[in-house]
């Protein structure tokens, strides 16, 4: 399984990116999809993710109500929408992959996910 990220940047304190992931070697009904992001001299942490059936999500509650994420079953590819972004969004994002037969639960661990993509930069200026 192969992941791509895009959609990072530079944004102000209280504006809306897109991160987007683009899955290959598997579709997303085999996958149950993460994002995780890590920010300067901290540990990378869970955002959230979407199930293999996508009707489970699971969000970490300092994201709850401001991102979203996706699927575009077509493309293969799983979006985060981020709104409402605070400074101390910053960090890199990466989203994750990993081959499950649990097709409702969406872990939040960072050892439960097998496949990573290369991390993309989202900055929130104050």
């Known amino acids: 399984v192969q992941l791509q990220a895009s959609g990072g940047g530079l944004v102000q304190s209280g504006g809306s990116l897109r991160l987007s992931c683009a899955a290959s070697?598997?579709?997303?009904?085999?996958?149950?999809m993460g994002w995780f992001r890590q920010a300067p001299g901290k540990e990378r942490e869970f955002v959230g993710g979407?199930?293999?059936?996508?009707?489970?999500?699971n969000y970490a509650d300092s994201v709850k109500g401001r991102f979203t994420i996706s699927r575009d079953i077509a493309n293969n590819t799983v979006s985060l929408q981020m709104n409402s972004l605070k400074p101390e969004d910053t960090a890199v994002y990466y989203c994750a992959a990993d081959r499950t037969p649990n097709t409702i639960v969406v872990p939040s661990r960072k050892y439960e996910y097998g496949y990573w993509g290369q991390g993309t930069q989202v900055t929130v200026s104050s």
């Open positions: 070697g598997r579709t997303l009904s085999d996958l149950v």
């Open positions: 979407v199930s293999r059936s996508g009707t489970s999500h």
